[in-house]
């Protein structure tokens, strides 16, 4: 499958970490971890370096986990004792690492988005498939207890119609942090890819999309609140709504995914679900958000030495950042965006 794999048969992929925050200690948690699953099984990956942008911090980090700390991503990517990269970083700067990794002849695990840029995306999925290295994009919405609930209930509720789904966090005071940066970010929907991701997974191709986006601002840089909400017509004729905001000018906090049918309607609520039909409304279980990262890293590993099937490809995240691409021109322009266009 890739030009490694005789290699990968016969020694642990040395594994190579750009971030020393929340991912980034989920991600250094599950390579630590693997081979401790089962009762004689042998740990496939080493974990051998870390970078990031605070020095004191990443030699902390590198304490913690008992490996090296570097003084950049450059000085890692170019590491010859290093097989994957994983990229745990801001949004920014995740299409030149990952380029720079796979340039390098690494194997590449990504957070999403891919990149914030449309066309590098493109560029990077088609390196990878010329250096016939691994460029995984992680998308955890996919692996987690809601969105397997929904896909377990779909099919009860007939044929979908209209959706709601609103991530809604206030925060005051707002946190001066790279989610909040504009540069680092990026537009609400790209750096939030997994809100239009469940979506397009479930619901397939996109006919037009609309969107309208307000910030309210602290300094050129950063800002201190966002609202962004999406009109999305699916080929389908579903029409679904997607909200997005944070910050200090948002009152209510809100975690609601609905899913309208012909047949009834799937509601998830925070931790809760429910079905409803006429004259009855059933409670769905939901599974735990817990261990995703854990999850996704041993599905990787799985993939590079086994030829698992992973359950994402690059090319469907690509999709679903067309997609909010589509979404910011039509917040900038005012205009409705015909995806057939793009």
């Known amino acids: ?178 989610t909040y940066n504009h540069d680092l970010f990026g537009f609400p929907l790209i750096g939030a890819l997994s809100r239009l991701h469940r979506l397009t997974d479930l619901f397939g191709t996109v006919f037009t999309v609309n969107c309208h986006q307000r910030y309210w601002e602290t300094e050129s840089e950063y800002y201190q609140s966002c609202l962004c909400t999406s009109q999305i017509c699916f080929n389908s004729g579903l029409l679904a709504q997607v909200v997005y905001g944070k910050g200090e000018t948002i009152w209510q906090s809100e975690r609601k995914f609905e899913v309208h049918g012909e047949k009834g309607a799937l509601i998830f609520d925070g931790d809760t679900g429910f079905f409803i039909q006429p004259g009855e409304t059933t409670s769905i279980e939901i599974g735990p958000r817990r261990g995703l990262f854990a999850k996704d890293t041993i599905m990787v590993l799985d993939h590079l030495f086994n030829g698992t099937p992973l359950y994402v490809t690059p090319e469907e995240s690509l999709y679903t950042l067309k997609v909010a691409d589509a979404a910011q021109r039509a917040a900038q322009t005012g205009l409705t965006i015909f995806m057939k266009d793009i």
């Open 1 to 178: 499958m890739y030009n490694s794999e005789a290699a990968l048969e016969k020694a642990k992929v040395r594994v190579g970490l750009v971030g020393t925050g929340y991912a980034a200690k989920f991600r250094a948690e599950a390579l630590l971890n693997d081979g401790r699953m089962g009762e004689g099984q042998a740990a496939r990956s080493h974990l051998v370096a870390v970078v990031g942008h605070i020095p004191e911090k990443t030699q902390s980090f590198a304490e913690e986990y008992e490996i090296e700390a570097l003084s950049s991503w450059q000085q890692l990517v170019e590491r010859r004792d290093i097989d994957l990269v994983v990229i745990s970083t801001v949004n920014r700067d995740h299409g030149a690492i990952a380029r720079a990794a796979l340039t390098n002849g690494k194997h590449v695990i990504v957070e999403y988005p891919l990149s914030l840029d449309v066309v590098e995306a493109e560029e990077l999925i088609a390196l990878a498939k010329a250096e016939q290295k691994l460029l995984h994009v992680e998308h955890l919405e996919l692996l987690g207890g809601l969105h397997q609930a929904l896909k377990q209930n779909l099919a009860k509720i007939g044929e979908v119609f209209y959706v709601r789904y609103s991530t809604i966090n206030p925060q005051n005071p707002a946190p001066r942090k790279w």
